[in-house]
């Protein structure tokens, strides 16, 4: 490490940041009309809490304690950015909507404001990303050549980001904002490249209650990793029924992650549902685990039926809280992961033709 480095983080004053203590928003946006509402809203388990403050000649604030710095959410209208909440006075500005504030006075959402600065490029050419996409016309959207540039630009983009987040978590390891880049990092992240980058944050942010919350998802991380036995779980299918993964041993199954309300999972379906009616004569299953919420098992079932997905589908319809999609680290979806019939994870986050490809590679008959 270099000295001045050290010198930085020793006068740094979020050496302190787990102290604690009251906190005060002022936010100013100048754009943004009353009547009008702010709300923060952050996670407590499987509860989100939400505090509001009426916005009044584009003014608002927000007073409160906390044990610890944590980052929140705050919206205006269908605007979202994110906000630390730690002792001192916390400023939102914006001569126009929320989306435009630039957030300071305090240690961590300075440092925010300048991660944010960094991706803020990135973030431009994938907001031109996702405009040409919405310009093609219906046969564009059909070619070929046309989806796999379109995805070419994708991962172009998503690999920067990543390059600047790991250069942020590696120069600011005492932060609490360098664990949510992390957090942030990659969708589907892999073992090998974020353990290093949370092994170099420093104590308290790893003892923090992000920080251990971050420990056990690079656990199930590691446990998910291509090559590992894939770890055993029971779940009860649609008519309660417990389900065990074991009881697939013998076969390629494809654990298929996914929601009745999760619009991507839903347009990836008739995907699986081809793979699935291909192979499944040649020692192949899919076993689905919904995430979908609590007493939403109507909205299960329809979207099964409706869908055609005629194999075995478990959930506990705990949401984002669901027991084994919490132990195979999963933190978006649709995400799948392939199991070979001696229970190792041969692939993992296969879409599209990708799927396809894969299951003709391992299921057809080699001469």
């Known amino acids: 490490m270099k000295p001045f480095l050290v010198i930085a983080l020793l006068l740094s004053p979020t050496l302190l940041w787990a102290q604690g203590g009251t906190y005060t928003i002022n936010g100013k946006l100048t754009g943004v009309k009353s009547p009008a509402k702010a709300y923060l809203r ?17 003014t608002f604030s927000f007073k409160g304690k906390i044990d610890e710095p944590r980052s929140v959410g705050l919206f205006v209208d269908n605007s979202y950015v ?19 504030a630039i957030l300071g006075g305090t240690p961590l959402n300075n440092e925010n404001q300048r991660l944010t600065n960094l991706l803020k490029p990135a973030k431009e050419k994938l907001a031109q990303l996702s405009k040409d996409a919405r310009a093609a016309t219906p046969a564009q959207k059909e070619e070929k050549e046309f989806k796999e540039s379109l995805d070419k630009r994708y991962e172009v983009i998503l690999a920067e980001q990543k390059k600047i987040r790991a250069q942020f ?24 490249e974020v353990e290093p980058l949370f092994n170099g944050l420093s104590a ?56 009745s309300w999760c619009g991507p999972c839903r347009q990836e379906n008739p995907n699986v549902v081809k793979n699935f009616h291909q192979y499944k004569d040649r020692n192949f299953t899919v076993l689905g685990v919904s995430l979908d919420r609590p007493n939403a098992k109507e909205a299960w079932l329809k979207a099964i039926h409706k869908d055609g997905l005629d194999w075995t589908q478990v959930s506990d319809l705990k949401f984002w809280e669901n027991d084994v999609a919490k132990q195979y680290a999963v933190r978006s979806i649709p ?10 994870i041969v692939a993992k986050d296969i879409r599209g033709e990708a799927l396809g490809k894969k299951l003709e590679e391992l299921l057809t008959a080699k001469p």
């Not at 978590?169 to 090998?192: G, M, R, W």
């Not at 009860?236 to 996914?258: C, E, H, N, P």
Request: proline share 6%; glycine share 8%.
């Open 42 to 58: 952050y996670r407590v388990g499987s509860l989100v809490k939400t505090d509001s403050a009426q916005i009044q000649n584009g």
């Open 82 to 100: 994110p906000v630390y909440l730690e002792q001192g006075t916390i400023t939102v500005t914006s001569p126009a909507s929320l989306k435009d």
């Open 169 to 192: 978590i590696k120069e600011t390891p005492n932060s609490l904002v360098s664990l949510d880049a992390l957090q942030q990092y990659d969708y589907a992240p892999k073992y090998a």
């Open 204 to 259: 308290p942010v790893k003892n923090s209650e992000a920080g251990k919350e971050y420990a056990q998802l690079l656990a199930g991380i590691k446990a998910t990793s291509i090559g590992a036995i894939a770890p055993e779980f029971t779940q009860a299918d649609t008519v309660g029924k417990a389900i065990s993964l074991s009881s697939f041993r013998g076969k390629y199954v494809l654990i298929d992650f996914w929601a």
């Open 335 to 344: 995400q799948n992961f392939l199991i070979s019939p001696d229970g190792k």
